[in-house]
């Protein structure tokens, strides 16, 4: 299906703008035959772009087979020890809008197939534990088109389906410091939504977002009622340094519905994917991430935090799912020489209600507490353009950190040890 999506993609680009306007049908019976004889195509259209990457890699986590940890975006511990993984191949289309200030328009849609596919399509399943992976999974992460108006220093605006607003992490694991996904990342945030969203510069070093979408990692109905996955609204103030080597952001999402991302039960006592998409309550999440680079280490060093506060606040109280949810990570990169750097990153995430708020397993109890801390340094070294390796370890820790199995959570504070390396090619 994919191959067949990128031919007719292909047909569609390589027509001249002039066939078009005269051909209905778009393509000439001449090109017909010249794309069959020659078997590619090349788009006249040079401001589109392709690019992408294939990600792969290698995990052992130290607990074993005998247990779950809540590592490496998911509950990898059901695995014998050691896994090879084939993380992502990511592929993007865009037309970018350009600098100028001027009325313009452009699109981009980014596909993902691999395991991290099948983790993102399945965000709010219980069904995503290691044994449970999916190499041929498919995820479309993004599809929007894009269009400006020439207003002040210029309005944008995105229609369509765009990731989320919330965190410092990416979903793409090459895009940040570390292998694997934080605690704030894989428990306090959303993914994506489908709507509007705008964005407006006041000047060269502020601008805001806010948009309207359905409800976060849902694709479908915006309705109100106990059915549906409401509706989000999205609200963003980002600020840059003068010299543009910091930044700080602001980020605010509310749902008039249960977040999709957060496997909330309305009863204190099961957990429930189906009690997850009812609109029983409305959630609150603000979060606030920034990165500096100091001028002293000559673009070498890299420090940045992330932190977050959610709350959930259905009529029925702790009972039928109130939970607060927190959390703030610290991350650290440097650029030893041009083919070598390390990064570190420390994190702590809290809830007051474990089972009722958070992407995550229930208690064995079905209600908790519970408090997490992870550590994780990563190794980075650019064989070659567009070559990346890395290695990396990871120590979590913490109140029921290591499953006992299934999708309880009454098992030891850890620590739990992780080991994984990684290869990525972009284009």
């Not at 778009?26 to 690019?51: N, P, R, Y």
């Not at 490496?72 to 992502?88: C, E, M, V």
């Not at 106990?226 to 749902?255: I, K, Q, R």
């Not at 397993?361 to 209600?367: D, E, F, I, M, R």
């Amino acid at each position: 299906m994919l191959i067949f999506i990128f031919f007719v993609l292909g047909i569609v680009l390589a027509v001249p703008m002039q066939a078009r306007a005269g051909n209905d049908r778009g393509v000439s019976a001449t090109d017909t035959k010249i794309i069959l004889q020659t078997g590619f195509v090349e788009t006249v259209q040079k401001e589109i772009k392709l690019s992408g990457y294939v990600d792969a890699g290698y995990g052992y986590n130290f607990v074993g087979s005998a247990g779950q940890s809540e590592i490496n975006s998911r509950p990898i511990g059901s695995q014998a020890r050691g896994d090879f993984d084939l993380y992502a191949l990511k592929i993007a289309m865009e037309r970018a809008l350009t600098s100028e200030n001027k009325a313009q328009t452009g699109f981009r849609f980014d596909w993902l197939v691999g395991e991290d596919a099948k983790y993102f399509s399945n965000w709010n399943s219980v069904g995503s534990i290691n044994t449970q992976m999916d190499s041929n999974a498919f995820y479309l992460e993004q599809a929007y088109a894009l269009f400006r108006i020439p207003v002040g220093h210029g309005w944008d605006w995105k229609a369509g389906k765009f990731l989320s607003i919330l965190g410092y992490e990416a979903i793409e694991r090459p895009a940040n410091m570390n292998i694997t996904y934080g605690l704030i990342f894989q428990n306090g945030c959303s993914l994506d939504y489908t709507g509007v969203l705008t964005l407006y510069r006041f000047n060269e070093l502020l601008d805001a977002k806010f948009g309207v979408a359905n409800g976060a990692n849902s694709d479908n109905n915006t309705t109100l009622n106990n059915l549906g996955d409401g509706a989000t609204v999205l609200a963003s103030l980002h600020v840059a340094a003068p010299g543009g080597n910091a930044n700080w952001c602001h980020n605010f999402t509310y749902e008039t519905a249960t977040a999709n991302d957060t496997a909330i039960s309305t009863t204190a006592s099961s957990y429930s994917v189906a009690a997850a998409n009812q609109a029983s309550g409305a959630s609150y999440i603000y979060n606030s991430w920034g990165n500096w680079a100091p001028e002293f280490a000559n673009d070498r060093w890299l420090v940045a935090f992330n932190s977050l506060l959610g709350t959930y606040a259905p009529s029925g109280g702790p009972a039928a799912g109130a939970t607060t949810w927190y959390g703030v990570g610290l991350y650290s990169k440097y650029q030893l020489n041009d083919w070598f750097y390390l990064a570190g990153r420390g994190e702590y995430f809290g809830s007051d209600n474990l089972n009722l708020g958070l992407n995550t397993p229930a208690t064995a109890s079905g209600n908790g507490s519970v408090s997490w801390w992870e550590y994780t340094i990563t190794a980075g070294f650019t064989v070659i353009d567009n070559l990346l390796l890395r290695a990396e370890y990871r120590l979590d820790w913490g109140t029921n950190m290591v499953e006992t199995g299934g999708n309880a959570l009454g098992g030891s504070g850890g620590p739990a040890h992780y080991a994984g390396a990684e290869v990525v090619f972009s284009f």
